[in-house]
């Protein structure tokens, strides 16, 4: 989400620190940035909101409360004006007919309201942040959304038939144009808002032209509402309209939400839309169903065991505070009784508390220890596969993974991820034959002209779902069992088991699924070894073969190390000897080269450049070329 840095200035009278220092603090403590643009005389911080904290920070207050954890500053309290007006007595009935979909609903109705462009302020804002001004009062209530969380709409007035608002189930085949004169088609699994005579809106998604808000509008129903994730998500899907509404009640919000941010649209629509004649009317609000106050204990000793930290009871104190988190703790007692916030849909337990309490203290501020060497259980099926796959790659195997869908099969999926991906696929034989196709062409780089791949994983021969194993050998030269059956006798062996398999053309094809072992334990060896991963190049490799002779008594070393030399960070992997042929007082030896660059494609003007220096340094030493 975009988030504006004078809109988040607003929470605070102290002056923030810059918007670099910002990103970078809150990319250690909270959301991955994604960048920094300028808007005007504004910067625009852009941060990856995951889903975990949608609840509360898709919006500039849940930032603003992250800025208050991290640095300490107070958040102003006050933030809208606070007019009184004269009260409204325009009727308004609200009735909610699906409680378990719609779990709030408020609306209020507001006399006398001006249409016309919003101040200059308030569309800088939404400009910064992506948004397009429309009007003072719907600019008001997209302001308040992206500033508070709660998603907010206003109808017309006079064009609410009997001044009735009804939250229910779509009709089948109930018809409604939405804002942007699309026609949308409903059925009874969607949820709308409506009066007596039609759709005024699809619920949290989008609002209809029935009741829309125009130049003419001058009075106004405002909603505020909170609906059910799962069924909002679904709609959504299904009439392919995503909008940043629907974003905020598919992640959930707190329905204690909609209070707050009633009142503060209202105070917003006063100043921008109002004028002496303004009247403003009671809020009608229908709140089924109250979500309990959630309460979670945790102690100082399950902090600093679990982020292995040595934090007193006065600095976990100070963190919860910096979280505006409402908690008790007794002078002489470890324990912390915490309150959990409406919109922290997210905590729930202990150890929430204790990776929140982590996240603000510093991650880079938690030693790195190596645990205690752990005793696990292994579960047999898995013990099973472990031992394979320990003892096929210790044998030069690699394994893959190939595509579980497939164009042809036993069962086929419902919705389809592509026309030849159709079916679950019924063996590993198919896709393994593939790997083998393609793994073949590239054979040099693994070291040789050859390949050998296996594949455990599940297949669905007529329906029923089974763990395989697959083994497969291809050549450059050609293709052929390899030695299978006698590896598959050694694994055989080594399993102290029998294993049976299908021969489809030089793969062979194992079902494990009846094959019971005893459960394991094991000490896991904590290794404090450094690994690093090295990228694989995704351009194309070259190879030269050279044929050198040597005098008899010359170490073949010698000259793989000059073949190393001159080939330098171009070369791949050792020359390999593919051919020794010895002549009376000397030897020639032929040697494999694989050249490859990280960056670029390798010209053959590149590569003989390498290879005329090998062989200027070949005539120095009076070797031959054969």
């Given at each position: 989400m975009?988030?504006?840095?004078?809109?988040?200035?607003?929470?605070?009278?102290?002056?923030?620190?810059?918007?670099?220092e910002?990103?970078?603090?809150?990319?250690l403590?909270a959301?991955?940035?994604?960048?920094?643009?300028?808007?005007?005389?504004?910067?625009v911080?852009?941060?990856?909101?995951?889903p975990?904290?949608?609840?509360?920070c898709?919006?500039?207050?849940?930032?603003?409360?992250?800025?208050?954890?991290?640095?300490?500053?107070?958040?102003?309290?006050?933030?809208?004006?606070?007019?009184?007006?004269?009260?409204?007595?325009?009727?308004?009935?609200?009735?909610?007919?699906?409680?378990?979909?719609?779990?709030?609903?408020?609306?209020?109705?507001i006399?006398?309201?001006?249409?016309?462009p919003?101040?200059?302020w308030?569309?800088?804002?939404?400009?910064?942040?992506?948004q397009?001004?429309?009007?003072?009062?719907?600019?008001?209530?997209?302001?308040?959304?992206f500033?508070?969380?709660?998603?907010l709409?206003?109808?017309?007035?006079?064009?609410?038939?009997g001044?009735?608002?009804?939250?229910?189930?779509?009709?089948?085949?109930?018809?409604?144009?939405?804002?942007?004169?699309?026609?949308?088609?409903?059925?009874?699994e969607?949820?709308?808002?409506?009066?007596?005579?039609?759709?005024?809106?699809?619920?949290?998604?989008?609002?209809?032209?029935?009741?829309?808000?125009?130049?003419?509008t001058?009075?106004?129903?405002?909603?505020?509402a909170?609906?059910?994730?799962?069924?909002t998500?679904?709609?959504?899907?299904?009439?392919?309209?995503?909008?940043?509404?629907?974003?905020?009640?598919?992640?959930?919000?707190?329905?204690?939400?909609?209070g707050?941010?009633?009142e503060?649209?209202?105070q917003?629509?006063?100043?921008?839309?109002?004028?002496?004649?303004?009247?403003?009317?009671?809020?009608?609000?229908?709140?089924?169903v109250?979500?309990?106050?959630?309460?979670?204990?945790?102690?100082?000793?399950?902090?600093?065991?679990?982020?292995?930290?040595?934090?007193?009871?006065?600095?976990?104190?100070?963190?919860?505070?910096?979280?505006?988190?409402?908690?008790?703790?007794?002078?002489?007692s470890?324990?912390?009784e915490?309150t959990?916030?409406?919109?922290?849909?997210?905590?729930?337990?202990?150890?929430?508390?204790?990776?929140e309490?982590?996240?603000?203290?510093?991650?880079?501020?938690?030693?790195?220890?190596?645990?205690?060497?752990?005793?696990?259980?292994?579960?047999?099926?898995?013990?099973?596969?472990?031992?394979?796959?320990?003892?096929?790659?210790?044998?030069?195997?690699?394994?893959?993974?190939?595509?579980?869908?497939?164009?042809?099969?036993?069962?086929?999926?419902a919705?389809?991820?592509?026309?030849?991906?159709?079916?679950?696929?019924?063996?590993l034989?198919?896709?393994?034959?593939e790997?083998?196709?393609?793994?073949?062409?590239n054979?040099?780089?693994?070291?040789?002209?050859?390949?050998?791949?296996?594949?455990?994983?599940?297949?669905f021969?007529?329906?029923?779902?089974?763990?395989?194993?697959?083994?497969?050998?291809?050549?450059?030269?050609?293709?052929?069992?390899?030695?299978?059956?006698?590896?598959?006798?050694?694994?055989?062996?080594?399993?102290?088991i029998?294993?049976?398999?299908?021969?489809?053309?030089?793969?062979?094809?194992?079902?494990?699924?009846?094959?019971?072992?005893?459960?394991t334990?094991?000490?896991?060896?904590?290794?404090?070894?450094?690994?690093?991963?090295?990228?694989?190049?995704?351009?194309?490799?070259?190879?030269?073969?050279?044929?050198?002779?040597?005098?008899?008594?010359e170490?073949p070393?010698?000259?793989?190390?000059l073949?190393?030399?001159?080939?330098?960070?171009?070369?791949?992997?050792?020359?390999?000897?593919?051919d020794?042929?010895e002549?009376e007082?000397?030897?020639?030896?032929?040697?494999?080269?694989?050249?490859?660059?990280?960056?670029?494609t390798?010209?053959?003007?590149?590569v003989?450049?390498?290879?005329?220096?090998?062989?200027?340094?070949?005539?120095?030493?009076?070797?031959?070329?054969?």
């Amino acid at each position: 989400m975009k988030f504006s840095y004078q809109w988040l200035q607003n929470y605070f009278e102290d002056t923030l620190p810059s918007p670099e220092e910002l990103e970078q603090k809150i990319a250690l403590h909270a959301f991955e940035p994604e960048g920094i643009e300028i808007a005007g005389n504004d910067s625009v911080l852009d941060f990856d909101v995951l889903p975990n904290r949608a609840h509360d920070c898709l919006c500039h207050l849940g930032l603003a409360n992250e800025i208050h954890a991290l640095y300490g500053l107070p958040i102003k309290t006050e933030r809208y004006s606070n007019k009184t007006v004269e009260p409204s007595t325009l009727p308004l009935t609200i009735s909610i007919e699906d409680t378990e979909r719609c779990r709030r609903y408020a609306g209020r109705v507001i006399e006398n309201v001006q249409i016309k462009p919003s101040p200059t302020w308030l569309k800088e804002r939404l400009e910064a942040i992506g948004q397009r001004s429309i009007n003072n009062v719907v600019d008001a209530t997209n302001y308040v959304m992206f500033d508070l969380g709660q998603p907010l709409h206003a109808f017309d007035y006079e064009k609410v038939s009997g001044q009735t608002i009804s939250i229910r189930r779509a009709e089948s085949e109930e018809k409604t144009i939405i804002l942007g004169g699309e026609e949308i088609t409903l059925d009874s699994e969607h949820l709308v808002i409506a009066d007596p005579e039609g759709v005024l809106a699809i619920a949290g998604i989008k609002g209809g032209t029935k009741a829309e808000v125009t130049e003419g509008t001058t009075t106004i129903v405002l909603e505020a509402a909170n609906f059910e994730p799962i069924s909002t998500r679904k709609t959504s899907r299904h009439l392919k309209l995503q909008t940043d509404s629907s974003k905020r009640f598919e992640n959930e919000i707190t329905p204690e939400l909609v209070g707050e941010a009633m009142e503060a649209v209202t105070q917003l629509i006063l100043e921008v839309a109002g004028d002496e004649q303004t009247k403003v009317g009671t809020i009608e609000d229908v709140y089924p169903v109250t979500p309990e106050e959630k309460t979670v204990s945790v102690t100082v000793s399950q902090i600093n065991q679990t982020l292995g930290l040595e934090l007193t009871q006065a600095e976990v104190s100070t963190i919860l505070n910096q979280l505006r988190f409402t908690h008790t703790n007794e002078e002489d007692s470890e324990v912390f009784e915490i309150t959990i916030p409406h919109n922290r849909i997210d905590l729930s337990i202990p150890e929430d508390i204790i990776e929140e309490i982590g996240r603000i203290h510093g991650y880079d501020l938690i030693p790195t220890v190596l645990p205690n060497t752990p005793t696990v259980v292994i579960h047999p099926e898995t013990n099973l596969t472990h031992r394979i796959r320990n003892f096929l790659t210790q044998r030069g195997f690699h394994e893959v993974m190939t595509y579980t869908f497939r164009n042809k099969g036993d069962v086929e999926m419902a919705n389809a991820l592509a026309s030849d991906k159709r079916f679950l696929r019924k063996n590993l034989t198919d896709g393994l034959r593939e790997s083998l196709d393609k793994n073949v062409r590239n054979a040099e780089l693994f070291g040789g002209d050859h390949v050998f791949l296996f594949e455990i994983g599940s297949v669905f021969p007529e329906g029923n779902q089974q763990t395989h194993l697959a083994l497969g050998f291809a050549s450059q030269q050609k293709k052929a069992k390899g030695g299978l059956h006698e590896v598959l006798t050694a694994l055989s062996e080594h399993l102290g088991i029998t294993l049976k398999a299908q021969d489809q053309d030089g793969v062979l094809e194992i079902d494990l699924s009846n094959i019971t072992t005893e459960t394991t334990e094991y000490n896991l060896q904590l290794s404090k070894d450094n690994r690093n991963f090295e990228p694989y190049s995704i351009y194309p490799f070259v190879l030269r073969d050279i044929a050198v002779w040597l005098p008899k008594n010359e170490d073949p070393e010698n000259l793989v190390a000059l073949l190393k030399e001159k080939a330098g960070e171009l070369l791949v992997r050792e020359p390999r000897l593919f051919d020794r042929y010895e002549k009376e007082d000397r030897v020639s030896y032929a040697y494999r080269i694989v050249l490859q660059s990280h960056d670029q494609t390798l010209t053959d003007e590149a590569v003989n450049i390498i290879m005329e220096k090998i062989n200027d340094e070949l005539e120095a030493r009076h070797w031959d070329v054969r």
